[in-house]
């Protein structure tokens, strides 16, 4: 039986030979060996490549139109690997104009520069205000000899004679899809078209050296750990004295005694004694910026949470704007003593009579005890 070497592309049987190339070129994008190790894949890549070498040849279609097939039990051309010897790159080669005339040409030897990154630690209280730091950084600068161009004074770079200035060297191939030709990067040059006979002494023909050198890094008021501030520019500079990437500085916020951040709002824990809850006070409390009153209301209950408006972080937006600030979240714990002399116990007791809660009180000595408790066991006799 006649294989369908129509179904095998994903084709009608009036495709268009463009059509037909078409469907072969994004089956061997996926199916190649170069791309997709799969066994199956690789035995569907040999199909496909049979069937596209049927169906490009007027002959052969006209054999599998009329029911036959050209391949008769050959297995794909008398048992041969279709793609022996040929990467993913020449078949692409082969349709994307890597024939003759229709390299890629030379790339430019100038070359945009890398990006750099530095990390500076920072306090709550820097991160509250801003900081300008002096920083030092090692990176790639434009070499102050060449000036960029990697030659010595006085000469300059020549065309590849091995690539003519093409950046490029071309191989001709016969394959089943007629004459190959594919190219591949000069090894002289890498792809320039040009060499530098007499490099620079300083940068050896780069155009650029390494060096360290400070830098001014103005961070915003408002920013947090992980952020990063972009300086513009000052990151590597490229080769061939290409222009300068740019320098990202990250803030590594250090963890603060008294604030937790979450966000621009901030929180932390006051500790106060049981009398002070019960009667109330005026208490002072430090924040980031200043010292501020903290008013309790008589009858404070532990784990009250007060809500200062304003008094938190910078609010800073990604335009590099700051836009408001957080709030300032205090949370009340009530401290329990855990001992009492003689006179502190006399005096709760007393309390305790006057506000007739005496009965909840264990009796000291015995361990009974009275009130609450004795109520509730009896409930269960």
Do not use: W
Not at 74 to 79: K, L, Q, R, S, T
Not at 209 to 219: C, D, G, L, M, Q
């Amino acid at each position: 039986m006649a294989r369908d070497y129509y179904g095998t592309l994903g084709v009608r049987q009036d495709a268009t030979s463009d059509e037909i190339k078409r469907a072969y070129r994004k089956l061997a994008r996926e199916l190649h060996p170069d791309v997709n190790p799969d066994d199956g894949a690789q035995e569907r890549f040999r199909e496909v490549t049979a069937a596209y070498e049927v169906l490009s040849d007027p002959q052969k279609r006209k054999i599998v139109d009329m029911g036959g097939d050209p391949l008769g039990n050959g297995g794909g051309g008398g048992g041969r690997d279709p793609f022996a010897g040929f990467g993913l790159g020449d078949i692409m080669d082969a349709f994307f104009g890597g024939g003759a005339g229709g390299g890629r040409g030379p790339r430019s030897r100038v070359q945009p520069g890398s990006d750099a990154l530095i990390r500076i630690e920072l306090t709550l209280e820097e991160c509250n205000t801003g900081v300008t730091r002096e920083l030092t950084v090692d990176t790639a600068v434009l070499c102050d000899l060449c000036r960029g161009s990697g030659t010595t004074e006085g000469t300059a770079v020549q065309v590849c004679d091995t690539c003519a200035g093409r950046g490029e060297i071309q191989s001709v191939q016969r394959s089943f899809l007629g004459q190959v030709v594919t190219a591949r990067p000069c090894p002289v040059c890498r792809g320039v078209g040009e060499v530098i006979p007499d490099p620079c002494r300083q940068c050896g023909g780069d155009g650029r050296v390494r060096a360290r050198r400070n830098i001014t890094a103005k961070v915003p008021p408002g920013v947090a750990d992980g952020m990063r501030v972009r300086l513009s520019g000052q990151g590597e500079v490229g080769p061939g004295g290409g222009p300068a990437g740019d320098l990202y500085v990250e803030v590594v916020e250090q963890p603060h005694p008294t604030f937790e951040r979450n966000g621009a709002d901030l929180h932390c824990t006051v500790r106060i004694p049981m009398t002070t809850a019960a009667l109330g006070a005026v208490l002072p409390l430090e924040t980031l910026d200043d010292t501020v009153e903290l008013e309790l209301d008589p009858g404070t209950q532990p784990g009250t949470e007060m809500l200062l408006t304003g008094h938190g972080l910078p609010r800073l937006r990604s335009s590099g704007r700051v836009d408001g600030r957080g709030d300032l979240h205090v949370h009340v714990e009530v401290e329990i003593p855990a001992k009492l002399d003689a006179r502190q116990t006399e005096l709760l007791r007393e309390l305790a009579s006057i506000r007739g809660e005496e009965e909840q009180i264990v009796a000291a000595g015995n361990g009974r005890a009275g009130g609450l408790f004795s109520r509730l066991r009896a409930r269960h006799r």
